[in-house]
C-alpha cells in the first residue's frame, strides 16, 4: 500500500529562454531532485533534466521553450514516506515532519495534546497543538505552537508517537 504523498516544492515562472523554471522547496531535503529523477506533480510525472540550487532553477523534460514550460507555472511536487525515507536519509536524533504529525505532546505525565501541524517561521519549525479535551475544559485554549527547539523539546519517540516536552504548559497557559 502506497502512503499519503505530502507537498515538497512548487514550481514557479518561466526564467530565460530555455525553459527553466523557477523553483519554490518546501522541504529540507534539495538532493531528492538530482537530474533523471522523476518527481510526482499536480500535472502528473515530470522528469527533472537539471536543477541549480543556488540559483532555484528547474528544468523539466520535454518543456525546453518558455511557452511549454509556462504550463507547469503554480504545479505543486510531492512525494510520500517510503520515497522521503529512500532519498532523504536521517542523522542521529533527527525525524521526519510526517513522524511527528499526530504525535502527543507530554509535559511529565500529563497530556497537553496532539501536533495536527508543522509551521516553519524564519529558522524554526513550530508545532501547532491540539490542547487536550481535559485541559481545554479547565478553561485553556484550544490550541497552541510550541517552537520544537532543545529548550522545550526534550526527547521523541517515533514508535509510540510521543513528545516530551518542558515550559510547554507555560505556553499553552499563556496563549
Known amino acids: ?36 529523477t522523476t518527481v510526482e506533480s499536480s500535472r502528473g510525472p515530470l522528469t527533472i533534466e537539471s536543477y541549480d540550487p543556488r540559483r532555484n532553477l528547474i528544468h523539466f523534460r520535454g518543456y525546453d521553450s518558455p511557452e511549454k514550460s509556462r504550463e507547469l507555472t503554480n504545479a505543486k511536487i510531492y512525494s510520500d514516506e517510503e520515497r522521503t525515507r529512500e532519498l532523504c536519509p536521517l542523522g542521529e536524533g533527527e525525524h521526519y515532519w510526517f ?15 496532539n501536533v495536527r501541524e508543522i509551521q516553519r517561521m524564519m529558522d524554526t519549525d513550530y508545532l501547532l497543538v491540539d490542547t487536550s479535551d481535559a485541559l481545554k475544559k479547565a478553561g ?19 514508535v509510540e508517537k510521543k513528545l516530551i516536552a518542558r515550559d510547554a504548559r507555560e505556553i499553552l497557559e499563556a496563549s
Open 140 to 158: 485553556m485554549p484550544g490550541s497552541f505552537l510550541l517552537p520544537y527547539i532543545p529548550r522545550y523539546i526534550l526527547s521523541f519517540d517515533p
Open 1 to 36: 500500500m502506497k502512503s499519503e504523498r505530502f507537498f515538497i516544492a512548487q514550481v514557479g515562472k518561466t526564467v530565460g529562454l530555455r525553459g527553466d523554471l523557477k523553483f519554490h522547496l518546501h522541504t529540507d531535503f534539495p538532493q531528492q531532485f538530482k537530474p533523471g
Open 99 to 113: 513522524e511527528i504529525l499526530g504525535s502527543s505532546l507530554y509535559e511529565g505525565e500529563e497530556l497537553l495534546g
